[in-house]
């Protein structure tokens, strides 16, 4: 499967997002993480990881090469891509996945995101809801709801606000590498979003 994970905003956890689901896909068949993002976001994860991260880390002039050996490719890309970038990312991928966080400029963003899409006659794409704040605030499913009634193709599931995502983009893990039940929790929200992937 060749996963793209992309976004009109940044901040949105296109990075973490990327790199977790590399993780769950890693669990299942060989998994490579083309970072596609001039950030080099993944690659600087990867960077700073003491014992490296389970699946391989390329830069998008290496992928043609290594991408062959892998069942699985992930790609990073840059935030905010232009039309025509949305365009040859959505052709060169099975999926997008699109990284929302669930206030109103990001969903804002989102929609002109799947406008874009919509235009170009991309249909291959699904929305997940990211950073939810955890109850009692509701904008989780508010976000939701409304994206729902807008016919958007979203994950089932979302991906909760922890503190834990932050020390593994900081220690160059991925969540499941930390100690702590809340750990594992936030662990499982990548892996649902995972299972519905290759549902
Ligand atoms: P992007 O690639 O869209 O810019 P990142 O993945 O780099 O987003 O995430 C942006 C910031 O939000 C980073 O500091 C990251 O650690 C943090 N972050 C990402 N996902 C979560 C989450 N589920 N909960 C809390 N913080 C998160």
Not at 29 to 46: H, R, Y
Not at 73 to 80: I, N, P
Not at 101 to 116: F, G, H, W, Y
């Amino acid at each position: 499967m060749i996963l793209t994970v992309a976004s009109l905003k940044g901040g949105v956890g296109k990075t973490t997002t990327a790199i977790h689901l590399a993780a769950y896909l890693q669990t299942l068949a060989p998994t490579l993480l083309v970072d596609n993002d001039p950030n080099k976001s993944a690659t600087g994860w990867q960077a700073r990881s003491e014992n490296g991260l389970p699946f391989r880390v390329v830069d998008v002039n290496q992928s043609l090469k290594v991408g062959r050996d892998y069942e699985h490719v992930v790609f990073d890309t840059k935030a905010r891509p232009d039309k025509g970038e949305l365009q040859t990312l959505a052709e060169g991928c099975d999926l997008m996945v699109i990284p929302t966080t669930p206030d109103a400029m990001s969903i804002e963003a989102l929609m002109a995101t799947v406008e874009m899409l919509k235009g170009l006659g991309v249909g291959q794409f699904k929305v997940l809801i990211t950073i939810i704040p955890p109850y009692p605030e509701r904008d989780g499913e508010d976000a939701r709801a409304m994206l729902d009634a807008n016919g958007y193709p979203l994950f089932a599931s979302g991906i909760r606000e922890a503190k834990v995502f932050k020390q593994a983009s900081l220690r160059g893990m991925i969540v499941n590498q930390l100690k702590g039940q809340r750990a594992e929790i936030c662990w499982q929200d990548y892996v649902r979003v995972g299972e519905e992937l290759v549902a």
